[in-house]
């Protein structure tokens, strides 16, 4: 299987004050291509962390990410942001919709970023994300008048629409109830088998961990080997 995502070594330490945060102690993870992976963990353990390391959100300390074959540790801003918005797809808890767009608008925008799709083309491509999450009749609603799931649906085809190789979700159905929750992981799972796209979960959502093909376990920082585990969806 090709590799997606490595880390070699990571450490990420945050200074606070005179004290210094030890946010990840030498992680060393390798998620191959088309995975359905969890990385779990307690509040405060590191996962958000690990998963800003891997969408080049924040550096490391020290240590190396690799995305898709590339190092990023020597990538400027403006190569991160390349690479976040050529290779990899968000998808926030508090879905980050734009308020003043509407529902296409809002999907459309990373293609608008790109800027390499004609208007012909980025419609098409708009078109089939909102028939894969099944929004057809609120194409033109603004997030405020959009349920929670509703929103949701919408940040998944935002971080699909440019066809990324890896999606990555920080506590995708935190802010939704049990049913809508389900649907939602249920939907991520079939773009996930459909695409092969790689999925990497930051979660403590034990809906979510049984549909995993593996649950990677991160504790003060470091990776748990005794509980590394294949997912129940493996």
Known sequence: MATSVELKSVVKDYPLGKLTVHALRGVDVVIGRGEFTVIAGPSGSGKTTLLNMIGCVDVPTSGQVVIDGQPTAKLDDRGRTSLRLEKLGFIFQTFNLIPVLSTVQNIEFPLLLQGRLGKAERQQRVAEMIELVDLKAQVQQRPNEL???????VAIARALVTQPGIVLADEPTANLDSVTGMRIIDLMKEINQRQQTTFIFSTH?????????RIVHIVDGAIDPAAAAPGAGA
């Open 205 to 213: 959502d034990p809906r979510i961990m049984s549909h995993a093909r």
């Open 147 to 153: 349920s929670g799931g509703q929103r949701q649906r």
